[in-house]
């Protein structure tokens, strides 16, 4: 095998860098002497004190600039939580914005937010937010700033507004906080104001725009001892009820038209010492959760739906893996594959049903139980494991009046477990994940329809290359290895992630004897953190045999894939806009053949005016190149060159009526491509209510999309020419009652229509930018002389349908012409 990768360099002026933003003196927090009710109203003696936080800096819109408005934060504490009182003056009371909505559904309104570093580690916290209809906000932070809102802790919060503005209480139990245990404790802390008429943020300390790095500018809070983190159980039981009323054939028995099914069970949350959180559930509750977005899915990889139920979505943070350290992560075509995909606990059962008049058969395997414990091992080492078993699931079958039973979902435990460790100052950093499927199966045709087991092991981490912490070299290693009956195997292997059965692939081969299939991928990234200056390149490869979407998700296997690009970004406050960036990027993909499968030149651009209004435009172009999916198991097929034109543009987020647009188009060669508008407008006529609609047009055209498999045709598949058109909307309206109380009616209409034209199959052809010269070959092979060699070079197919070599096919009796 010979791998081809193709790496240009670039090179950059390094701008100077923005200058530091000092850290403010410790924050000193007070021990309470009488009780505080948390009423938003500063009227206990510990509000008035001398201690007052007040030296405030401004980050949008003029960076470093000092605030519109005043504010004082004090911080008291007693041996049960602590508690925060906040004085946010405004010189018009009646003009602060005030907006109810659910928890954690960031709406435009006037807020403030105090972040805590608890384990004082300047990389992980927590932060608490409350806007001033009293609507709470909540989350977790990790890698120096990134935010995870699913986290909800148990706390409080009260505003009142006077003739001065407004003020805020806050009580934050530690039962709530993970931290070491100490005499006198130190921990990180950091404020933050929102001015909502004024697009205003303000904090104590900021992290400029130029610049990486959040959590780690805070200053300390001090003056906190005699207390721990207490304990705390959390039990909360559930009921549900689903009713499904369907059409349904007459004389099914399974189905008369409606349905109702009662179900129950119980989630429960607990501190498990100072430093680690148990998570755990029985029939977990997702009552709550959002239908998945109606798609129409003619690829051959299946379509990402987001996570949305709340055991698995909350904490989820500890288990990202691969992209930790940096703050920037360019992809340009790459399938990064997401290592824990929890959709795959409870998804629909897997195995095909016997044929049968009737089947009754679950939409969705039972979890019998999670368990998930997150928090740190040792001051520097986080951890985090996920343990999960799914029940057996059978469908009910009648044919001729006799019923029957067929195993259609086995039982199943999923696992996951992950650490990552710091060294030095956060300079470094090392991680570790194992996740792990395994199946007990009953029947012997489930066996030959799933894997047995799949496990992965994978290293992550960070290496810092200078004492300023301006460039940084982050990414991961892992390997793969499924097992299962030879049968399954080979099934495996010529599925949408691997196409073994390719015949024209050299690095790999369709092997019917295998009982497992072992991989490997890696991808690392070189990112520039600091400056105006902006740079990032990643080299990254996954294996023919790579393959976690048993537990992970994963688009292909089979490539290698690097870029180089940079650019620029304007952080300063001018007369004409608040922020501009210009970006850049050449990208290249291969195949472990040595294939060219994608690549190109991409630039792109963010301009935010001083209004608030934005916008993004972006362009790429895409040489010739050929495509190793295109035929689903079948020969390489070009694809022609292609050109992306693409714009976003939205008006201020904080006005009453808020329009955004975004349109993109992909144009080939002979009328190819897709293209696509989305307008958008949200409404929000009164404080507690939100009218969304976003209509969406998408225009799709492809002179051979796949059709189907035809024994009779090249290489046994058919293909046409498609003209696909699809209109779509997502309509919302969010009416809060109260900060605990809100109504959702979520709609999404969705038409989509395919002409398959034009039906036709692969013709044998030697095609390639510099191969053989498009000419036609009679054989399977061609030769090519290169630059300073000759090399055999594998017959390619092309899927054009305007070329005298294309073979037309109908269906009925087989035929062959020329297209005129």
Known sequence: MKTVVALLSLSFVNAAFAAGVPTPPPVQAVRLTSPISVDG??????????????????????????????????????????????????????????????????????????????????????????????????????????????????????????????????????????????DQYVWGVNFRRVVARHNEEDFLVYQPKSEAGFVSRWP?????????????????????????????????????????????????RMGVGS??????????????????????????????????????????????????????????????????????????????????DYTDAPIGTSILGAAKLVGKIAPSWNFGTMQAITAKEQATLETGGVRSKAEIEPLAYYGVVRTQKEFKDRRQGLGFMTTLAQRSFESDAMRDQLNRSSLMNGMDGWLFLDKNKVWVISGWSAMSLVSGTAARITALQQNSLHYFQ??????????????????????????????????????????????VSDVGFQSRSDLINSHIGGGYKWTQTTKTH???DVLGAVFASYNFDGDPIWGGIWSAGDITFLNNWSLNPRIAYNPQTVNDRRTRGGPVSLNPPGVEIGTYAETNSKSKFYYYIDTDGYFQQEGQGNWYVSPGVEWKPISNLLVSFGPTYEHNVAQAAFVGVDPGANFGRVFAHLDQRTVSANIRLNWSVTPNLSVQTYVQPLISSGDYTDYKALAKRCVETRWCGG????????????????????????????RPSIVWWTRGPTTSSSPS
């Open 41 to 182: 109203v500063l009227s206990e003696p510990v509000w008035q004190g001398g201690n007052a936080v007040t030296e405030f800096r401004q980050r949008d819109p003029v960076e470093g600039g000092t605030p519109s408005q005043r504010t004082e934060v004090r911080v008291a504490y007693d041996e049960d939580a602590l508690y925060v009182g906040a004085r946010l003056y405004d010189s018009a009371p009646d003009s602060i914005i005030s907006r109810l909505s659910r928890r954690d559904v960031s709406i435009p309104a006037d807020r403030f937010s105090i972040y805590l570093d608890p384990y004082h580690d300047k990389r992980t916290g927590y932060y608490f937010l409350v806007n001033v209809a009293d609507v709470l906000f909540d989350g977790t932070l990790s890698n120096d700033g990134w935010e995870d809102s699913s986290w909800d802790g148990v706390w409080e919060a009260k505003t009142h507004v006077d003739e001065k503005g407004w003020t805020v209480e806050m009580r934050i139990p530690y039962s709530q906080l993970r931290f070491e245990k100490a």
């Open 220 to 268: 300390d809070l001090v003056g906190i001892q005699g207390i721990h983190s207490g304990s705390s159980v959390e039990l909360m039981p559930y009921a549900t009820s689903k009713g499904e009323f369907l059409q349904h054939a007459t004389g099914d028995p399974f189905n008369n038209g409606h349905e109702v099914e009662p179900d129950g069970g119980v989630d429960l």
């Open 275 to 356: 430093k680690m959180t148990l998570n755990a559930t029985v029939n977990p509750d997702f009552g709550q959760v959002e239908i998945d977005p109606a798609v129409v899915n003619l690829s051959d990889v299946e379509t990402y739906f987001q996570e949305k139920r709340p055991f698995f979505v909350e904490g989820s943070s500890i288990f990202h893996f691969g992209n930790e350290g940096g703050n920037s992560y360019w992809g340009f075509n790459w399938p990064d594959p997401t290592f824990f995909y929890s959709r795959r606990i409870g998804r629909s059962p897997q195995g095909a049903a016997p044929n049968a």
């Open 502 to 547: 390719r015949p024209d692939a050299e690095a790999f081969h369709l092997d019917t004897d295998a009982t497992s299939l072992t991989g490997w991928g890696s991808r690392y990234w070189l990112n520039k953190q600091k400056g105006n200056v902006i740079f990032n390149a990643a080299l990254g490869a996954l294996s023919p045999k790579f393959d």
């Open 578 to 580: 608040q922020y501009m």
């Open 775 to 802: 000419s036609i070959c009679p054989a399977r092979r061609c030769s090519w002389s290169g630059p300073s060699s000759v090399r055999t070079r594998r017959t390619t197919a092309s899927s054009v349908s305007a």
